[in-house]
């Protein structure tokens, strides 16, 4: 998973995801009305390897190896705050979101200018069709190189056209993404 769809996952939950493994247990076998049968079929374990898991006694319990720590979180993702996401995708794709970002940007320009590129912090309230978009290639299954050309044709007609008042022709770079965050409503 990528800087872009990292962001956009936490810009649609409201509060954070539990963090130890025992807490995205607890919150499965509550997801599943306590079922360890019905945690152990979405995990692909045994019934016995999830009650081992969620033992009581310290000494008897065994803790999850590597490859099932990836699938418990990816289960937890998978099932957390399912309406809140919804609702916060189609207030961000009717209402537009703040991007956040740290990236190299710049565009033809004679050496030693001030148009070179060079990193820049940018703020910039972005419309509900980028949301769109970017949702869109998400769900296709787009990789981080799609999303980042989705936000640099965005961020380029806003931050540095001005909506089309002003650069017309410029063409811009946006590499070196160190930082993406997302903030809706």
Do not use: C, N
């Not at 607890?26 to 898991?53: D, E």
């Not at 919804?86 to 956040?100: D, V």
């Amino acid at each position: 998973m990528g800087q872009i769809e990292q962001g956009l996952e936490r810009a649609l939950r409201t509060r954070p995801v539990p963090s130890s493994t025992e807490a995205r247990l607890r919150f499965l076998l509550a997801a599943h009305r306590g079922s360890t049968w019905q945690v152990a079929a979405v995990l692909g374990v045994s019934q016995r390897t999830v009650q081992r898991w969620v033992r009581k006694k310290p000494g008897a319990r065994r803790p999850p190896g590597p490859t099932q720590v990836r699938a418990i979180e990816e289960a937890v993702l998978a099932r957390w705050q399912p309406r809140i996401r919804a609702r916060r995708r189609a207030q961000a794709e009717a209402e537009g979101f703040i991007f956040h970002t740290r990236a190299r940007f710049g565009f033809a320009a004679p050496a030693g200018s001030s148009d070179d590129p060079r990193v820049r912090w940018i703020t910039q309230d972005l419309p509900g069709e980028v949301a769109r978009e970017l949702f869109a290639a998400r769900d296709a299954g787009a990789g981080e190189q799609q999303q980042t050309v989705i936000l640099a044709r965005a961020l380029g007609h806003a931050y540095f056209r001005e909506w089309g008042r002003r650069a017309h022709g410029l063409h811009i770079a946006f590499s070196d993404v160190e930082f993406a965050d997302f903030s809706i409503g």
